[in-house]
């Protein structure tokens, strides 16, 4: 969905300390974040889902109690929506989340960039509460509104032993029927290559790299839901003030500041999503000129009204879209290189949201798929029931309950 991402394989970690606001663990970056350096970051294929299911129980069970086992914990943890996400630091933090239920995803979050081997852990259920939203924080700022929204933090920091930013994962068990969505699938990122076919299959990838400001691979989170969703809602705010009222009405922020590497503020994109394809929005476009802002308000797009370029001194830079054809992702990218690799994926506006100052090139980007609606002007309501279908069901159960009672 509504993500930063990076068309690149390798993400500078020229973030400057940007300037007049404090950043966070200033203590831990190296002499390249200061000067706007570049480390290159090296990107190796992943593999997700992977681990085993242990149940606990007798070394002794006989063959019979071992299939009954056996099927128990196949329904128990191997289907329904996540329910629990854990982190392992160790190898004994991962023997106990696996005697547990909990599935691994074999991926370092800490690969090339130093630091504890740590693993992400999850646990599906069949019984709600679902988790439906997941938040990273890498300032100590960003947990505030998470905390006030209820949502749970998991103890540990991403970049436990590297040099980068800590990272926390956060989640939410949503209860907004509009706009939660439960999560069925996690997977994690190292390539390009995967990514491409990631954004084809939908999955959402989460804007903030786990090894933000450590080098390292550029390693992404990614979450699959149990239904098709799509954007519905776009918004944007300056600072901290009004997370916890976002989170409450529903919103998932891109956990990647528009204004990265700059002095300016802090600023941050938000969306909702929807299993309603007729509230879709369907183009997205960014402004950086003043023709550009004429252009789009009179072609009837939608503003969000907040400059992603605040108190930087570089252009007045403004986030726009409409609805028709549906967009189902989006994110954000930093730094330009390697555009080859998503060319046929997902579209680029190629408008540099730090125009005009010296923060990071950060690039928006989103992903339609163009045939997702049989006729134009009437588009098909995902989930829609068969009509017909259940005539024939009713009418069938109705003709044998009469078979059953009026029998001899």
């Known amino acids: 969905m509504f993500q930063v991402t990076r068309p690149d394989d390798t993400e500078s970690v020229d973030d400057q300390t940007n300037g007049s606001r404090p950043d966070e663990n200033t203590e831990s970056e190296t002499e390249d974040d200061k000067t706007n350096g570049s480390k290159t970051d090296e990107n190796t294929d992943s593999e997700d889902d992977q681990g085993e299911d242990i149940l606990d129980g007798s070394s002794k069970m006989n063959s019979s109690e071992t299939s009954i086992a056996s099927q128990l914990q196949q329904f128990t943890f191997g289907s329904g929506n996540i329910s629990d996400i854990e982190v392992s630091l160790s190898k004994d933090d991962e023997r106990k989340l696996s005697m547990k239920g909990f599935k691994k995803i074999d991926v370092n ?27 990273l924080s ?29 990272i926390y994962l956060w989640s939410y068990k949503g209860c907004i029927d509009e706009y939660d969505v439960p999560i069925e699938h996690l997977s ?65 922020r891109v956990d ?11 600023v941050f994109i938000w969306y909702r999503l929807t299993t309603d394809i007729d509230r879709a929005i369907s ?53 330009e290189t390697d555009l080859e690799k998503y060319k046929n994926v997902i579209q680029f506006i190629k408008k540099n949201l730090n125009e005009g ?16 609606r049989s006729k134009p002007g009437k588009p098909d309501k ?15 159960a109705f003709f044998f309950w009469f078979w059953d009672a009026f029998q001899p």
């Open 188 to 252: 994690i990122t190292t390539s390009p290559d995967e990514e491409a076919e990631k954004f084809k299959s939908s999955w959402e990838r989460l804007a903030c790299n786990l090894n933000r400001r450590a080098g390292g691979n550029n390693i992404h989170l990614w979450v699959k839901r149990a239904r098709p969703t799509y954007i519905c809602d776009l918004a944007a705010t300056k600072g901290f003030d009004k997370d916890a009222e976002m989170f409450n009405k529903g919103y998932i």
């Open 283 to 335: 183009d997205m476009q960014v402004s950086i000129t003043k023709e550009e802002y004429e252009c789009f308000s009179k072609a009837g797009y939608k503003l969000v009204d907040q400059d992603l370029n605040q108190e930087t001194k570089g252009t007045p830079v403004y986030l726009w879209y409409r609805k028709d054809q549906p967009i189902s992702n989006f994110s954000l990218m930093v730094k």
């Open 382 to 396: 995902p989930g829609k029931p068969d009509i017909g279908g259940m005539a024939c069901l009713i009418f069938g």
């Open 357 to 372: 100052n010296d923060g990071c090139t950060e690039y928006l980007w989103y992903y339609r798929e163009e045939s997702i």
């Open 109 to 135: 979050l800490n690969k090339g960039a130093g630091g504890e081997e740590m693993y992400i852990w999850y646990k599906t259920s069949c019984c709600v509460p679902y988790i439906t939203r997941i938040q």
């Open 138 to 166: 890498f300032k100590e700022e960003m947990c505030q509104g998470l905390k006030e929204a209820n949502y749970d933090r998991v103890d540990k920091n991403l970049n436990e032993g590297a040099k980068g930013n800590s």
């Open 256 to 266: 990647e500041d528009t204004n990265r590497g700059t002095r300016g503020d802090y």
